[in-house]
């Protein structure tokens, strides 16, 4: 058992570090006080191939592994949580449902330029009364062919897209979007979700409004209006009926992601805590030296390493093609939580310093807590977990 990075996953780490740290952290601020997502920085990644890590070569992407794009995630997020969702959300959301269910042309057309950085990608499954029940989905695709068939898989015609979509990662920056819609009734009366692919110019689509939010400032996050959006057969992605499947599928790619951005985050709140605990003075000595603050700091550094250990056990399992679902909820919910209390330690360790904006771990806690929400709360892992424990339908 070999718990070193090797060589290539080693300067990933590293040049990821030092880009964020050099070219990246002096900007934060000003992006995070305007609200302003950034631009600039989302084409450099792209040109330096990080949007698209895990996709093989031949489909636009870097060819690296999901370790690989776990560790670069957590890079990110430990100096900014916002780009780190960024590409988190554009990399398993908007790359990912292409990569799995994509035809050769579909890649060639829009999974090609994602992976590559040209155009950013996103994910519309929320919606305003749908978030975890994704089978309570009311956007609705509605088959417009010749004469008045059905649906042929080939057949002339398209579909008529009209609803909604809520708390959606980049939108309004997405040049692509992938979004889940009911296609019909199954025989026992369960919704039948199928998935689409939608092109942001697309007539009759356009964003509502970006949302105000607790954290994450310069990441985009809004609601999606479809109001008559006439799109060809060949954007239905994967067969009909499938978007449900191909969801999970996701999300459980997804979950991988986020437990990620998590732990940067996290790492993030204890890279600032330490520096501070050691020089900060108080009855003639450094913080760090009394017991309480000495406790806190040990409880950070030691639910990190565990928060690492299992994000990265997740990734290393979807590699070897193993089933990974349950790790990546466990390491997900495990991950998201740490995050939240490390941070919140972090804001204590600084005291009243912690509470302003002067320092970031103010920051850090406001962007740890869309960890324990997005990609299915915490309540839903612990959901996944305890069905797949108990083998038993746990509601």
Same mark, same amino acid.
């Given at each position: 058992m070999d718990f070193d990075l090797d060589s290539e996953h080693q300067l990933l780490?590293?040049?990821v570090r030092d880009f964020m740290e050099k070219e990246v952290?002096?900007?934060?601020?000003?992006?995070?006080?305007?609200?302003?997502?950034?631009?600039?920085?989302?084409?450099r990644l792209g040109e330096m191939g990080?949007?698209?890590?895990?996709?093989?070569?031949?489909?636009?992407?870097?060819g690296m592994d999901t370790l690989a794009y776990a560790i670069a995630v957590e890079e990110i997020g430990r100096v900014w949580g916002s780009l780190g969702l960024i590409v988190a959300a554009h990399t398993s959301l908007g790359c990912g449902p292409l990569h799995l269910a994509g035809t050769k042309e579909q890649k060639d057309r829009y999974l090609v330029p994602m992976a590559s950085g040209k155009v950013i990608g996103a994910y519309g499954l929320t919606e305003p009364g749908a978030g975890s029940d994704a089978g309570g989905t009311r956007t609705t695709a509605r088959?417009?062919?010749?004469?008045?068939?059905?649906?042929?898989?080939?057949?002339?015609?398209?579909?008529?897209?009209?609803?909604?979509?809520r708390f959606i990662t980049n939108a309004g920056q997405a040049g692509t979007y992938i979004i889940t819609a009911r296609t019909g009734s199954k025989d026992d009366g369960n919704a039948e979700i199928s998935a689409f692919i939608l092109p942001a110019d697309t007539p009759g689509f356009r964003v509502? +409004? =970006?949302?105000?939010?607790?954290? !994450?400032?310069?990441?985009?996050? /809004?609601?999606?209006? #479809?109001?008559?959006? +006439? =799109?060809?057969?060949?954007n239905? !992605?994967?067969?009909?009926?499938? /978007?449900?499947?191909? #969801?999970?599928?996701?999300?459980?790619?997804?979950?991988?992601?986020?437990?990620?951005?998590?732990? /940067?985050?996290?790492?993030?709140?204890?890279?600032?805590?330490?520096?501070?605990?050691?020089?900060?003075?108080?009855?003639?000595?450094?913080?760090?030296?009394?017991?309480?603050?000495?406790?806190?700091?040990?409880?950070?550094?030691?639910?990190?390493?565990a928060a690492r250990s299992m994000v990265w056990k997740s990734a290393w399992l979807k590699d070897q093609g193993r089933d990974y679902s349950l790790v990546a909820a466990q390491a997900k919910l495990f991950a998201s939580e740490v995050s939240s209390r490390v941070t919140n330690a972090a804001i204590q360790v600084h005291g009243g310093y912690g509470y302003v904006t002067e320092y970031p771990v103010e920051r850090y806690l406001r962007d740890a807590k869309l960890t324990e929400i997005g990609e299915g709360t915490s309540q839903v892992q612990r959901l996944v977990i305890a069905r797949r424990v108990l083998g038993l339908r746990v509601g």
């Open positions: 780490r590293q040049t952290a002096p900007v934060i601020e000003e992006h995070e006080r305007e609200h302003r997502f950034p631009v600039e920085i989302v084409k990080w949007l698209g890590i895990p996709i093989p070569e031949d489909e636009g992407g870097a088959w417009e062919g010749e004469g008045a068939g059905d649906f042929e898989p080939g057949g002339a015609g398209e579909w008529v897209i009209d609803g909604s979509k509502v +409004r =970006i949302e105000d939010k607790l954290g !994450l400032h310069a990441s985009a996050t /809004g609601e999606l209006a #479809f109001d008559r959006c +006439r =799109i060809p057969a060949e239905l !992605l994967g067969e009909r009926g499938d /978007g449900f499947r191909t #969801f999970l599928k996701i999300l459980d790619g997804g979950r991988i992601s986020i437990g990620a951005l998590a732990l /940067g985050i996290a790492q993030g709140a204890y890279d600032a805590s330490i520096p501070y605990a050691q020089t900060r003075q108080q009855f003639g000595k450094p913080i760090g030296s009394f017991q309480g603050v000495a406790f806190m700091i040990a409880d950070m550094a030691t639910e990190i390493e």
